[in-house]
């Protein structure tokens, strides 16, 4: 007997094998059976409930170890957008960015830092520790899964701030112990954000020193790199040294090749760095998201010495006259220096998307370079003055990829799908929020084929789980939790773009979390059957 017999479907089970006709059997939260179809394979089967999905497709809940929700999970409605995707499993604390760990005394300078990313963290939830943090997220109603890195930027800040130069021998003791707490607490791994403050200050042996609590620990590295255009290739080199040196797997976040100059050859020769490592013994893999542009936090087009000190040190730099004309003369130069995104795509190509302040909220969405002619000014005159008028609290979209680097990484025998989702409150997000994944299934599958039905499930499922090491996630098999996605492939749809952006996927009829129904006929079910996925356990 089983709670649930999804039959009738047309199983793609997430190992990447072809699908086949068959029903799955759900009993206690778990896949307990999966059915071929032939005559009277369902003779005798009973369940308490039995949902007849004619010929759709049955696939693993789909998994995002991309996100950027550490404050979203907060907030009410949390999960909707996710489900309607095929989500049921996420994964926060990316890009060294992770909310934790906030001591009480710096805990408005980082979550300052970290609003045009996460947006605004409520204020009763206990960040000192990623214990702490954690039993907060486990005491809301969960509909999905979620999961959690430590980022190592933050690990910084809460140790030393953002001040430049090197941590005194104090402030990496107090580093390493958080890692070491974060680690033994669960986490699914360690990211860093190494172009972002204040992770730059890093030399890479000063990484491998920072990093020592996991080494040799089978923890998963995971990198947002120093540079992803001028100097992509040597960025990825660094990582590698790191990686090899603490003997820890490593993963490559949104490998991309930023600016036009770059493209093409740029992600070739970055793919055979990472064949390269792999061949020569390290666990290399990379993860890609759908689009041509990323989103982040405005500041990150400015250069490293204009970060220092955080939102503080920004604000005084910018509204300096000396300061400002030094720093345009410097976006207006190429350089390996530091990603000079200026440089490499242009104010047409740089979108402002969050803004807070009344007067400016009309400007939403329009590149720095249309604002500046609104405003009758300079472009770069207009980003410094609308930093500090948002008090650098500004999110961005910017247009930086190649779709052919897109479609080869997508390729890449060890790469997965993500999203890299941005959370701020209020403006006009980036469409992968809402869109990621059924843009894979209509856009890469139904219409570019760039990925076969099974190949493209198999890297929204049982390939992210295999990197988070999540044993019972990912794959339609007996023993697996039962997390499943039922789909009509010809009616999925994503109309989310960068102008209307918060449109939810369509043609997902039935999600199930843990067994549980969280979207049935396409309709969001009131379900709390989600769980916080820790390392070394599926959940706790």
Known sequence: MFDLLIKNGVIVDGSGRQAFPG?????????????????????????????????????PGFIDIH???????????????ELRQGLTT?????????????????RQEILGFLAPIVGNMPAGVPLHSFRSYINAVKEQKLPLN????????????????????????????????????????GALGVSLGIVYAPEYNYSTEEFKKVLEPMRNSGVQLFTHIRGEGDN????????????????????LSHLKCVGQRNWGHGIAKALDILDEARESGLAVSCDV???????????????????????PGILKRLTDPAMREKLTDILQKPGVDFENLVNLVGWENIRMTTLNREHNREYSGKSVAEIARLKGMDPYACAYNMLVEENCEISMVDFIASEDDVRKVMRYPYSNIISDS???????????????FPRVLEKYVKEEKVLDLETAVKKMTSVPAAVCKLTTKGLIREGMDAD?????LERIHTGADYDQPKKPGEGFSYVFVNGEPAVVRDQIQKQSSGRVLLNGESAR
């Open 232 to 251: 992509f290739h040597a960025s990825l080199r660094e990582v590698v040294e790191i990686a090899r040196y603490l003997e820890v797997p490593l993963h």
């Open 90 to 106: 996420i994964v926060n604390g990316n890009c060294g960015l992770s909310v934790v760990p906030c001591p009480k005394e710096r």
């Open 146 to 185: 979620v999961g959690m890195l430590i980022g190592n930027g933050t690990v910084r800040a809460a140790a030393a701030g953002y001040r430049s130069g090197s941590l005194t021998d104090g402030e990496m003791r107090q580093a390493h112990r958080y890692l070491e707490a974060a680690l033994s607490d």
């Open 289 to 311: 998201y759908p689009y041509t542009a990323g989103s982040t936090q405005l500041i990150q087009i400015l250069p490293p010495a204009y970060l220092e000190g955080g939102v």
């Open 23 to 59: 029903s799955v059997g759900i009993l206690g939260g778990k896949i307990t059976a999966v059915i071929p179809e032939k005559e009277d394979s369902l003779k005798g089967v009973r369940a308490e409930r039995v949902i007849d999905v004619k010929g759709k497709y049955v696939t």
């Open 422 to 436: 941005v959370y701020p409150v209020g403006g006009i997000p980036h469409p992968r929020l809402y869109g990621t």
């Open 67 to 81: 996100r950027h929700a550490d404050a979203a999970v907060f907030r009410e409605g949390f999960g909707e957008l």
């Open 484 to 488: 499943l996605v039922v789909f009509d």
